[in-house]
């Protein structure tokens, strides 16, 4: 089999997710708050890597209408405002304007306020303050340990990416198998809830910056049990038609998955690409090369739009799982470059 154009197939890809996009709201119709975030990301991301510039002018609508919104940042879930943190970074590091830098650091130091002592630490869910779970904690670090890459003589920001990464490695939702369960109990023990994708992934980009950062190979250790776990666990089984390509855990069941879980593993393929430029792993370089493959030729239709299940068939069509096939697609551009 020839081995596929990424560049073309990520343009057609960013094509389809763009008729989604409104520019009086600078969002993606058909998705979410946060959605749209990562479709944000997902755009920054083919833009960066393939310098087609087509698509850039998004940026600075959507920075001006979310500035319309959730009290110039945020609303009140904290993961919804990390995913937005890290979209700002991402603009920012393609730009270079330090108006997008700096509503990161003012959304980072908005979710800074839901940490406290519960369970020994952490940043709740929401405001509510009734779970403590994964993935508001794993933006956090990834959030502070890139803008503390991006803050020259920063410590601030430092400090909170090691707590929160002491915190993840300690609080309990890193089970036995290094798949990380959605959250905790009341009693501050893994709550033995799903292990999503977006879990798996979120934590590596954190990881991998701060093996960048400190030069400690134990960020490395720790990231590799996670994302190998990952390529082990949650992948189609040897036996099906197209093995070895990435589950969401929902696909398997009779509801499917929800309009926020199609696009958790387009988020883990993007974090394993950091993770991979900090390790140089061939396997996870084979696995993203596969998987790109996988989502262009089993699972589009003829409009160049993208199911959830990356080994086919194509269900529907929306931005989430868009965005989501756009990341898998940006990943294969890179570790191909």
């Not at 960066?48 to 609303?75: M, P, R, V």
Request: with cysteine.
């Amino acid at each position: 089999m020839a081995e596929l154009d990424f560049h073309a197939c990520a343009a057609a890809a960013v094509t389809a997710l763009q008729k989604w996009y409104n520019t009086s709201t600078g969002l993606w119709n058909s998705t979410g708050w946060w959605n749209s975030a990562n479709a944000l990301t997902a755009v920054i991301g083919y833009t960066k890597l393939t310098g087609d510039t087509s698509h850039q002018n998004i940026i600075a609508t959507t920075y001006t209408a979310a500035q319309q919104q959730h009290a110039q940042c945020c609303n009140n879930f904290y993961d919804d405002n990390g995913w937005w943190g890290l979209a700002w970074v991402a603009a920012y590091d393609l730009t270079h304007d330090q108006s997008y830098l700096e509503l990161a650091r003012n959304i980072f130091t908005y979710n800074s306020n839901g940490w406290d002592d519960t369970c020994g630490g952490g940043v709740w869910w929401n405001e509510d303050k009734t779970y403590k779970n994964a993935i508001p904690n794993e933006l956090f670090l990834t959030l502070a340990a890139q803008l503390h890459q991006r803050t020259p003589g920063d410590r601030n920001y430092l400090t909170w990416a090691q707590r929160a990464s002491d915190w993840l490695s300690r609080c309990g939702v890193i089970n036995s198998s290094h798949l990380i369960n959605d959250g905790l109990t009341l009693g501050c023990a893994n709550n033995g809830q799903t292990t999503w994708t977006y879990n798996q992934g979120v934590i590596l980009g954190g990881l991998a910056a701060l093996y960048q950062i400190s030069g400690d190979g134990a960020y490395l250790v720790e990231g590799q049990a996670i994302a190998d776990a990952t390529l082990a666990a949650l992948v189609s089984l040897p036996s099906a038609p197209h093995p070895g390509i990435l589950v969401e855990p929902c696909e398997l069941t009779p509801a499917g998955c929800s309009g926020d879980a199609v696009q958790f593993k387009g988020i883990f393929m993007r974090y394993l690409t950091d993770f991979w430029r900090a390790t140089g792993q061939s396997s996870y370089q084979d696995f993203i090369v596969s998987n790109a493959t996988s989502i262009w030729n089993n699972n589009r239709n003829a409009s160049n739009q993208f199911g959830s299940r990356w080994t086919g068939p194509f269900d529907q069509a929306d931005a989430g799982r868009q965005s989501s096939a756009l990341d898998g697609l940006n990943a294969a551009i890179a570790v191909s470059a």
